[in-house]
């Protein structure tokens, strides 16, 4: 029989039904795996692209709309059986409108399911065989994901002239810009793209687990280890690990991790044999490395052999042609997720979105649309922004751009008397545009904040309720020395 039909990823909170589904298809020679809940999900489909997946539309969060609109994102192509009750028939023609492929009523039909599925992965295969794996393809991949704006179009040159290669890569870019998903394009544009992609936040794992994590140990090594464990370097032969906000990765750790790269072999912790491995790495962080390099806090001779390449992601202030084409696609995915009329956006709406600094990027403006979708009837207003403007006079991005965002221009100073240190700090408005004013202000709220704190920028951010280093680097520009604190 013919073991390497295919790969399909199941998706129930209810374990017996992927074990029974898994059981059928793997007789019939396909390769399984299971998830059961939306956060499973989005992993595994993360890492590989199945050639189709079964997928229940109530899981625990995210739900299975929710996963079929980020599977949809990932994988365009990708085939989706929706699974349902016997009352789930309207679900399933809302997530066939969203692009699942078909759905498959419970209780299941044995025959039924073999039958969908085998049409199902012959179409992606063919699709597959079509599908031509030039520049073109990855610019229709990226300009969907991300827009087609000027500073889109740069990245798309620039994953261009390096997917094709083994080079390293650092990826440069805020906060919630997407590095991930442009490591994982690069990864799919790739010669690895049938291998493993795994991304590690080196900032959400303590100093003493990464390197567990990344090289495995083996048995008895530590206090626990009562059996050895592959790292991630293993698990990812012949694939691309991502190394997510690596400048947060311990001296230590950056140590072993050069001598990976450079022997392309490691060792697990308590272990001596080498261990082989072939596996491409791409780095990103929302710091400057070089800067980290030059404070002594990342290794500069791994920053050099990680730097074959460098791509950097504006943040989406300065993306501007991109944010009402995303806003579009947020807003279209999060509508068929509940399943209620596209909403549309008022002309007003759009100048609030266009005007918004959005310090937390791509990922904020996702989670603002999906609330406009709640909160909105039949088209998205001015007040419905309202949330939006309000009490963000000082967010973290505003800070790091020097921009407040308000509605309109704010009045003249009264006139005081003469060598009043207010009037002395009073702007001159006259003539400026409105975002020159509320640069302007908002630099004398934080020399004043500051000043009031005794020079203590811990303090000074915590009052503002900004990230300390966003502070940092705005107190940097205005040439306010360290604190005296």
Known sequence: MDTNLGYVLIIDDNKDICELLAHLLERAGYQTQQGYNGTMALNLLSQREPDLLLLDSVIPEPNG????????????????????????????????????WDYLPKPFDNNRVLELVNRAVQTHARKDNKKSKSNSDISA????????????????????????????????????????????????????????????????????????????????????ADHASIGKFEATNG??????????????AQSKLLRVLQERVVYRIGGIKPIPVNVR??????????DAVINGTFREDLYYRLNEYTIHIQPLRKRTDDILFLADGFMKDVCVELCI????????????????LWPGNVRELRAVIRRLALISQEEVTVKDLDFL???????????????????????LPKKTPQGCSECEMAPD?????????????????????LKESGNNKAETARRLNVDYKLLCSNLKKLNISEDKS
């Open 239 to 252: 694939g691309t690990l991502f190394l997510d906000e690596i400048v947060n990765m311990s001296l230590s």
């Open 341 to 356: 009329e596209l909403l549309a956006f008022s002309d007003e709406a759009k100048e609030i979105l266009l005007s918004y």
């Open 141 to 224: 991949r990226i300009f969907k994901l991300m827009g087609s704006s000027p500073e889109t179009k740069h990245v798309i040159k620039d994953i261009k002239r390096v997917a094709h290669t083994d080079f390293s890569v650092i990826i440069q870019g805020e906060t919630g810009t997407g590095k991930e998903m442009i490591a994982r394009n690069i990864h799919l544009s790739s010669q690895r793209a049938s291998g493993e992609f795994f991304p590690i936040d080196c900032g959400a794992i303590s100093d003493s687990l990464i390197e567990n994590e990344l090289f495995g140990h083996e048995k008895g090594a530590f206090t626990g």
């Open 429 to 449: 408005y006259k003539g400026l545009s409105l975002k020159e004013i509320n640069r302007i202000n908002n630099d004398i709220i934080i020399q004043k904040v």
């Open 65 to 100: 709309m929710a996963v079929l609109a980020k599977a949809r994102v990932l994988y365009p192509q990708l085939p989706v059986i929706m699974i349902t009750g016997t009352a789930g028939v309207l679900g399933a023609v809302c997530a066939i409108k969203a692009g699942a």
């Open 281 to 290: 790495i791409l780095a990103a962080s929302n710091e400057s490395l070089m």
């Open 389 to 411: 403007t309000a009490g963000n006079l000082l967010s973290a991005g505003n800070l790091d751009s020097g921009l407040i965002i308000t509605t309109e221009k704010p009045p």
